[in-house]
């Protein structure tokens, strides 16, 4: 079984900064594809941003140049560090992967969401 486990969010000013983390454990033979979601109040979950193994990444317009997404693949953990915080990022964040294991195959994985709160 996986589990993704996410940590990091909490309260924070506009212009301040957090670091999400999420950590795959379990019976995993290969992490591939890595990405942050999120879901804030009223909309629609967002693509926030990417990573595939190689490290290549990719970032929802509103948040490039803020936002970095990385990855640990020793660890399989993936990280987005959020600089700049907006209001408007106040959401649920949540941590996806693609998970291969030998049982099950190739899956989707969700965490389940860290609240990030930007606030004065």
């Known amino acids: 079984q996986v589990q993704l486990v996410e940590s990091g969010g909490g309260l924070v000013q506009p212009g301040g900064s957090l670091r999400l983390s999420c950590a795959a454990s379990?019976?995993?033979?290969?992490?591939?594809?890595m990405a942050w979601y999120r879901r804030a109040p009223g909309k629609q979950r967002e693509l926030v941003a990417t990573i595939t193994t190689g490290g290549s990444t990719d970032y929802a317009d509103s948040v490039k140049g803020r936002f970095t997404i990385s990855r640990d693949n020793v660890e399989n953990i993936v990280s987005l560090q959020m600089n700049s915080l907006k209001p408007e990022d106040t959401a649920v964040y949540y941590c996806?992967?693609?998970?291969?294991?030998?049982?099950?195959?190739?899956?989707?994985?969700w965490g389940q969401g860290t609240q990030v709160t930007v606030s004065s």
């Open positions: 996806h992967g693609s998970i291969y294991t030998l049982s099950s195959g190739s899956r989707d994985y």
């Open positions: 379990g019976r995993i033979f290969r992490v591939n594809d």
